[in-house]
């Protein structure tokens, strides 16, 4: 085979898996591999033209926008062409991408002026207004021709069906991306796990889905949002010679435009840019991946003009993939505190959003059936911010002839006791309890936590040495440790000993709330805990507490009392307990205070945001409960009241979007100031 043939045959393989990749993408909104494959697929199909320009063809990927239709919806004819981004993954290459502007149109790169925006990971779309009024909405399709999703476009609240002004263009045409916001998005999945219904892999194909549906009640039902980004045609209006001035005029017609948007000047502009919105990344309550500069200047861009697929004055800026693919080498299991042994993927390393990768959960056994995952796959890795890398998915197309089921052990892989999973429970657990030196590591980090006994200087390193080494055996052991045995230990000393004895100390001295909390009973974390103090008080009448007592209390339900029972039940926690308590740890006993029931803050879902200038997050917190708020970190459509302190973010604007309501510091006061 001569080398025209070979080089042939790879653009033509090259050719064939992208547009494969676009169908599933595009049409079936079921992606078979994370963008950053598909994204270097692409780039070796443009390498290997540009070194072989003689032969592209006209039905080249390179060449043509998004994908071919494929649908039952009706096509739509756009009447200004809707075109896909070039991108760029490093500095370097942005500096490239700005230069080669400034050197087109004869100016000092510093003196451009971009507008900058977050690249929405969403569906575009095409809406046609005439005379003010929505005629049709459309997907971008091919470029040329989209699908006609204009009785699914009304349904999302936020695009107007009027122009909210009197004085309109003939003809319009307003480009957006309609998205799924995060919290929807993981809703909505959860509801489908719920039903046994199909999943969405991520927010785009959930979203584009969505819009794709026959039936527009189906898209009624989907948390759907917009927002615009640009003009197409335009007739019978005199438009502003400036992008972004055309992004807020759109503004004023009552279309919704991200509050990120801004303008700067040249390289050293969109740079700050990029790292400002990456830094903000996870916090934002949408999916980005990268950002997108537009040459402001209507009269520079149409000078710059475009390439076959995309304009040349703007391109994406691509982060660093969140989602890439790997190979699945082998599974171990970890135990954790509560007995729970939880499948850990053994990776071949992988960078990920800027991290090399070689672990990743597989949540539980439910989760490996239900994705199909066998050790040899090639599988689709995900990390986003500091959240534990996990196991996406199968690339199903790459599976080997030969693969290894994923099996849940009999016996746990630590201290050799039954592995025993409930019926109705996803997860399996240990029978070995605190003889299980796992369970055992992971009941003295919570004990010692901050939330918990707060003692100072206890290492998870630390901690294994001690289990380890058997010098504790269960919770109590650990106030008969002595000097000499702490700065024995490796990176210790006589300083850091005395500094965790004085702790341990310390520690012995705390409330009933948080000596409940600090046992690790499952389903009892700290809110539960004050709820168990308030009512109880001291600790005999709680182990005596039957379990339809316990569920007579708010935020105790049946998994809970009956987890407590079985957990004061058992002869060997009270023997440590009364260690405990013989070593020296006591609380004082509170007199027993009825929680008004006309106070407003009874049985109210509550969030904490912000700084308080006057109280701890933590006093506010034990504040809220002592007055029988339940306190809960994320908002949601069920929270009752955001109390807001100063630099709210993100869980400010999600109260604003559903409508909570938003108390200040001095409301707050108000109400946790005793009545008379």
Same mark, same amino acid.
């Given at each position: 085979?001569?080398?025209?043939?070979? &080089?042939?045959?790879?653009?033509?393989?090259?050719?064939?898996?992208?547009?494969?990749? =676009?169908?599933?993408?595009?049409?079936?909104?079921?992606?078979?591999?994370?963008?950053?494959?598909?994204?270097?697929?692409?780039?070796?199909?443009?390498?290997?033209?540009?070194?072989?320009?003689?032969?592209?063809?006209?039905?080249?990927?390179?060449?043509?926008?998004?994908?071919?239709?494929?649908?039952?919806?009706?096509?739509?004819?756009?009447?200004?062409?809707?075109?896909?981004?070039?991108?760029?993954?490093?500095?370097?290459?942005?500096?490239?991408?700005?230069?080669?502007?400034?050197?087109?149109?004869?100016?000092?790169?510093?003196?451009?002026?971009?507008?900058?925006?977050?690249?929405?990971?969403?569906?575009?779309?095409?809406?046609?207004?005439?005379?003010?009024?929505?005629?049709?909405?459309?997907?971008?399709?091919?470029?040329?021709?989209?699908?006609?999703?204009?009785?699914?476009?009304?349904?999302?609240?936020?695009?107007?069906?009027?122009?909210?002004?009197?004085?309109?263009?003939?003809?319009?045409?307003?480009?957006?991306?309609?998205?799924?916001?995060?919290?929807?998005?993981?809703?909505? /999945?959860?509801?489908?796990?719920?039903?046994?219904?199909?999943?969405?892999?991520?927010?785009?194909?959930?979203?584009?889905?969505?819009?794709?549906?026959?039936?527009?009640?189906?898209?009624?039902?989907?948390?759907?949002?917009?927002?615009?980004?640009?003009?197409?045609?335009?007739?019978?209006?005199?438009?502003?010679?400036?992008?972004?001035?055309?992004?807020?005029?759109?503004?004023?017609?009552?279309?919704?435009?991200?509050?990120? &948007?801004?303008?700067?000047?040249?390289?050293?502009?969109?740079?700050?840019?990029?790292?400002?919105?990456?830094?903000?990344?996870?916090?934002?309550?949408?999916?980005?991946?990268?950002?997108?500069?537009?040459?402001?200047?209507?009269?520079?861009?149409?000078?710059?003009?475009?390439?076959?697929?995309?304009?040349?004055?703007? #391109?994406?800026?691509?982060?660093?993939?969140?989602?890439?693919?790997?190979?699945?080498?082998? &599974?171990?299991?970890?135990?954790?505190?509560?007995?729970?042994?939880?499948?850990?993927?053994?990776?071949?390393?992988?960078?990920?959003?800027?991290?090399?990768?070689?672990?990743?959960?597989?949540?539980?056994?439910?989760?490996?059936?239900?994705?199909?995952?066998?050790?040899?796959? #090639?599988?689709?890795?995900?990390?986003?911010?500091?959240?534990?890398?996990?196991?996406?998915?199968?690339?199903?197309?790459?599976?080997?002839?030969?693969?290894?089921?994923?099996?849940?052990?009999?016996?746990?892989?630590?201290?050799?006791?039954?592995?025993?999973?409930?019926?109705?429970?996803?997860?399996?657990?240990?029978?070995?309890?605190?003889?299980?030196?796992?369970?055992?590591?992971?009941?003295?980090?919570?004990?010692?936590?901050?939330?918990?006994?707060?003692?100072?200087?206890?290492? /998870?390193?630390?901690?294994?040495?001690?289990?380890?080494?058997?010098?504790?055996?269960?919770?109590? =052991?650990?106030?008969?440790?002595?000097?000499?045995?702490?700065?024995?230990?490796?990176?210790?000393?006589?300083?850091?000993?005395? /500094?965790?004895?004085?702790?341990?100390?310390?520690?012995?001295?705390?409330?009933?709330?948080?000596?409940?909390?600090?046992?690790?009973?499952?389903?009892?974390?700290?809110?539960?805990?004050r709820i168990l103090a308030l009512h109880y008080l001291d600790l005999p009448a709680l182990k005596q507490a039957s379990e339809g007592e316990l569920m007579v209390l708010s935020d105790i339900g049946p998994v809970a009392a009956s987890n407590l029972t079985h957990f004061f039940a058992q002869a060997h926690n009270i023997e440590v307990i009364d260690k405990l308590l013989a070593s020296g740890v006591h609380w004082q006993v509170e007199q027993a205070v009825a929680i008004p029931t006309d106070n407003p803050l009874n049985g109210k879902t509550v969030?904490?945001?912000?700084?308080?200038? /006057?109280?701890?997050?933590?006093?506010?917190?034990?504040?809220?409960?002592?007055?029988?708020?339940?306190?809960?970190?994320?908002?949601?459509?069920? #929270?009752?009241?955001?109390?807001?302190?100063?630099?709210?973010?993100?869980?400010?604007?999600?109260?604003?979007?559903?409508?909570?309501?938003?108390?200040?510091?001095?409301?707050?006061?108000?109400?946790?100031?005793?009545?008379?």
């Amino acid at each position: 085979m001569n080398d025209v043939a070979a &080089v042939q045959n790879k653009l033509d393989a090259l050719r064939q898996q992208i547009r494969n990749y =676009d169908y599933h993408y595009y049409v079936q909104d079921a992606p078979l591999v994370p963008d950053a494959e598909y994204d270097r697929c692409f780039r070796a199909l443009q390498a290997l033209e540009a070194e072989n320009p003689q032969l592209i063809t006209a039905a080249s990927p390179t060449q043509r926008v998004g994908a071919a239709l494929d649908s039952a919806l009706p096509p739509i004819v756009h009447r200004q062409r809707m075109l896909s981004l070039n991108n760029v993954f490093t500095a370097d290459a942005l500096q490239g991408f700005t230069k080669r502007i400034a050197d087109e149109v004869g100016c000092n790169e510093s003196s451009l002026v971009f507008t900058c925006e977050p690249k929405l990971d969403g569906l575009a779309v095409n809406m046609t207004y005439e005379n003010g009024v929505l005629l049709h909405a459309a997907t971008r399709g091919d470029g040329t021709t989209g699908e006609d999703i204009t009785a699914n476009i009304k349904t999302i609240a936020s695009i107007p069906l009027r122009l909210m002004t009197k004085d309109v263009p003939h003809i319009i045409e307003v480009r957006g991306e309609v998205f799924m916001p995060k919290q929807g998005f993981v809703e909505m /999945n959860d509801e489908a796990r719920r039903r046994g219904e199909k999943v969405f892999a991520n927010p785009r194909n959930a979203a584009a889905g969505s819009l794709r549906q026959l039936d527009p009640a189906i898209t009624a039902k989907r948390p759907l949002a917009i927002y615009c980004y640009g003009i197409g045609a335009c007739e019978g209006y005199s438009l502003p010679e400036s992008h972004y001035q055309q992004l807020m005029l759109l503004k004023t017609f009552g279309f919704p435009i991200a509050e990120e &948007v801004v303008t700067a000047e040249g390289l050293s502009g969109c740079a700050l840019y990029y790292d400002a919105i990456g830094a903000r990344r996870d916090a934002l309550p949408f999916e980005i991946d990268g950002v997108v500069y537009k040459v402001d200047s209507i009269d520079l861009q149409q000078k710059l003009g475009f390439v076959s697929r995309a304009p040349r004055f703007a #391109t994406a800026h691509k982060f660093p993939a969140q989602e890439e693919i790997t190979e699945l080498l082998s &599974v171990d299991f970890q135990v954790g505190r509560t007995g729970a042994l939880t499948p850990v993927a053994r990776l071949k390393p992988v960078q990920v959003a800027g991290v090399m990768v070689s672990n990743a959960t597989l949540h539980n056994m439910d989760e490996v059936a239900r994705k199909d995952i066998q050790v040899g796959d #090639t599988v689709v890795i995900r990390r986003a911010g500091d959240v534990i890398p996990e196991v996406v998915s199968v690339v199903l197309e790459k599976r080997p002839e030969k693969t290894d089921a994923i099996t849940l052990p009999s016996t746990c892989p630590v201290c050799g006791a039954e592995v025993v999973r409930e019926e109705g429970e996803a997860v399996a657990r240990c029978m070995g309890g605190l003889f299980c030196k796992a369970q055992l590591k992971r009941a003295v980090w919570h004990f010692a936590s901050r939330k918990a006994m707060n003692i100072d200087g206890l290492g /998870n390193s630390i901690i294994d040495l001690l289990v380890d080494q058997d010098i504790i055996k269960d919770l109590a =052991d650990l106030y008969s440790i002595t000097e000499d045995t702490f700065a024995c230990l490796p990176r210790m000393g006589i300083k850091s000993a005395k /500094n965790v004895l004085k702790s341990l100390e310390k520690s012995k001295k705390t409330t009933f709330s948080r000596f409940i909390y600090s046992l690790g009973i499952r389903e009892i974390g700290e809110a539960s805990a004050r709820i168990l103090a308030l009512h109880y008080l001291d600790l005999p009448a709680l182990k005596q507490a039957s379990e339809g007592e316990l569920m007579v209390l708010s935020d105790i339900g049946p998994v809970a009392a009956s987890n407590l029972t079985h957990f004061f039940a058992q002869a060997h926690n009270i023997e440590v307990i009364d260690k405990l308590l013989a070593s020296g740890v006591h609380w004082q006993v509170e007199q027993a205070v009825a929680i008004p029931t006309d106070n407003p803050l009874n049985g109210k879902t509550v969030v904490l945001t912000g700084t308080l200038s /006057n109280m701890s997050r933590d006093d506010a917190k034990s504040s809220l409960l002592a007055l029988g708020a339940k306190v809960v970190g994320s908002v949601s459509k069920k #929270t009752d009241f955001l109390i807001a302190g100063a630099d709210a973010g993100s869980k400010y604007t999600k109260a604003l979007n559903l409508g909570v309501t938003i108390l200040d510091e001095d409301k707050l006061k108000e109400m946790l100031a005793p009545a008379g």
